[in-house]
Nanobody, 123 residues
């Protein structure tokens, strides 16, 4: 099983980035997909999740209205569109896959993880 994130980088505050997570080796449409982030000195935290069919989503309060999660089951890829980025969004962003049929927000619920992609927001 492989999850590979891409799309991170350096962006000014107020800007946008779109993260992608391409998967292989798993039955993609059988997994809830999530995005987490890990900032220095902080715990890894839930950012967003999307149901198997993409008809249900969940967001952390800190990103609601700014980030949008989506998935393409034919491409086995999940996306995170990040708009109006803030300095506090700086972190390594990870995608993760959970075989349960519910969007959960705990790190330990997810079965597979990518290696992460760095997002840095500058002033």
């Amino acid at each position: 099983v492989r999850l590979v994130e891409s799309g991170g980088g350096l962006v000014q505050a107020g800007g946008s980035l779109r993260l992608s997570c391409a998967t292989s080796g798993l039955s993609f449409n059988s997994f809830v997909m999530g995005w987490f982030r890990h900032a220095p000195g902080k715990e890894r935290e839930f950012v967003s999740g999307i149901s198997r069919r993409g008809d249900d989503t969940s967001y952390a309060d800190s990103v609601k209205g700014r980030f949008t999660i989506s998935r393409d089951n034919t491409k086995k890829t999940v996306y995170l569109q990040m708009n109006s980025l803030k300095l506090e969004d700086t972190a390594v962003y990870y995608c993760a896959a959970d075989f349960r049929n519910t969007i959960l927000q705990l790190v330990e619920n997810y079965d597979y993880w990518g290696q992460g992609t760095q997002v840095t927001v500058s002033s």
